[in-house]
């Protein structure tokens, strides 16, 4: 409703930009513009320990091994500054935009992981 394109790519190295330049007191012309990513980042946290705090909720457990889960991010990661989006930014906002290019990009995100998917669980 309001515009801003809530990716998380983009809000996570938007924070991250945000928060270092306060840490070196650098002059920031775009600060306005990142202030709104600061709260729509800490809200994801603070949503994460109001589910946790729940009755009945449990942290999730994976058995993937550890170097697994940090490679698989390393590749999303890369992925998702590569193709200028990751998929909550193209799939969510970008597809209510009707923006071609991110209907194009889930399209390619969504092929990739159900072949990815079907190669893994062949290899067994």
Known sequence: MTGLVGGMSSLYSAVWSYCSNIAFFQKDSHVKSRQWR???AAGLILGAFIWLSLPGTEMPVTQVPTWQLI???FIAGFG???GNGC???HGICGMAALSVTSILAVIVFLGAGMVTAQLVASLG
Request: hydrophobic share 35%.
């Open 71 to 73: 490679l698989g991010g």
């Open 87 to 89: 998929t909550s930014g």
């Open 38 to 40: 600061l709260v729509y």
């Open 80 to 82: 998702a500054r590569y």
